[in-house]
Nanobody
Framework: QLQLVESGGGLVQPGGSLRLSCAAS????????IGWFRQAPGKEREGVSC????????NYADSVKGRFTISRDDAKSTVYLQMNSLKPEDTAVYYC?????????????????WGQGTQVTVSS
């Protein structure tokens, strides 16, 4: 069974950095595009970034472009989200999810095997 587990969240000051990890088990990660999403209190879940199944294509929300970088290491069955220059508005629970497809999709409902999430809090 396909399972994803997020880690790496925490409390960081504005301008700081964190690296989130999304570890997969129960399936071959290289068949799946992987997306990172976040949900802040009182807001809808939104897409943050996604990487295609081979890593050849990535996309980012406008709000994180130039600050976040997604990458994958299929040998470790892990997808990473490097977050730099963090802002208070980046505070949210971050989730990863899988899409059995080469390309990412903007439709969040197509993604499966959501992890439990990891809390990111950006505050001084």
């Amino acid at each position: 069974q396909l399972q994803l587990v997020e880690s790496g969240g925490g409390l960081v000051q504005p301008g700081g950095s964190l690296r989130l990890s999304c570890a997969a088990s129960g399936f071959a990660l290289d068949y799946y595009a992987i997306g990172w999403f976040r949900q802040a209190p009182g807001k809808e879940r939104e897409g943050v970034s996604c990487i295609s199944s081979t890593g050849g294509h990535t996309n980012y929300a406008d709000s994180v472009k130039g600050r976040f970088t997604i990458s994958r290491d299929d040998a470790k069955s892990t997808v990473y989200l490097q977050m730099n220059s963090l802002k208070p508005e980046d505070t949210a629970v971050y989730y990863c999810a899988a899409l059995r497809n080469y390309y990412c999709s903007g439709d969040v409902n197509l993604y499966r095997s959501w992890g439990q999430g990891t809390q990111v809090t950006v505050s001084s």
